[in-house]
């Protein structure tokens, strides 16, 4: 295991103006955030897990990370953020290693569903409007947490995810469509379980 990491971390140090395996131009380059065992193909996927299928093994709650400035056009983080310290920090270190205008898909537990909270390795919880504090114009981007910038492209309840009972496909078409409604007055009764935003990266 410790052999990996000085591999893994001699090549991270190696990257100079890309990250691995991805060529100098002409590439469409794509970040697989806390990928686990099911990393994206064609990829570069970072985790913390040395069993994982990561090229480059690095606790994400260490910063910076291995990565220049402007690496990447599209990072996924499917069901990883809420795992770590800080969000704010995480956000600005995905916005330094994305280019400009990347696409940043994030997917993290609705915060009344039961697996948000089951899971003891949950550190925080999302809501439709937790990343407007990162967005001008919405009413959280007053607090001014961070000078990071993004502009919100979508959210979307359950994004992908195929349901056997029709109430579930009408309750996640309601959803969808009347957000704010579904959030404030129905979410703790019929809770959904994730959500995935789109938000490009603003420089």
């Known amino acids: 295991m410790k052999a990996r990491k000085t591999r893994a971390m001699r090549r991270a140090r190696n990257l100079k103006t890309r990250p691995p395996g991805i060529a100098s131009t002409g590439t469409h380059a794509v970040l697989d955030f806390g990928c686990g065992l099911r990393k994206r193909a064609g990829a570069i996927g970072i985790d913390v897990n040395p069993r994982s299928s990561a090229d480059i093994i690095h606790d994400l709650n260490q910063f910076p ?21 800080n969000v704010v920090k995480v956000m600005e270190e995905l916005h330094r290693i994305a280019k400009p205008s990347a696409v940043v898909i994030v997917i993290v537990p609705f915060f009344p569903h ?6 003891p390795t949950h550190q925080h919880y999302f809501g439709i409007h937790s990343f407007d504090y990162f967005i001008e114009g919405t009413a959280y981007a007053g607090f001014q947490y961070s000078k990071t910038k993004y502009e919100l492209l979508s959210v979307e309840f359950e994004k992908g ?32 379980r994730n959500l995935t935003f789109h938000l490009r990266v603003v420089k």
Request: glycine share 0%; net charge negative.
């Open 65 to 85: 990370y291995p990565f220049t400035d402007n690496c990447f056009d599209e990072i996924f983080c499917d069901n990883v953020i809420e795992h770590l310290d």
């Open 114 to 119: 039961r697996q948000a909270y089951t899971d």
């Open 161 to 192: 995810l195929v349901h056997a009972h029709w109430f579930d496909r009408l309750l996640v078409s309601f959803a969808n469509a009347r957000k704010e409604l579904y959030e404030n007055r129905l979410s703790n009764i019929f809770p959904l």
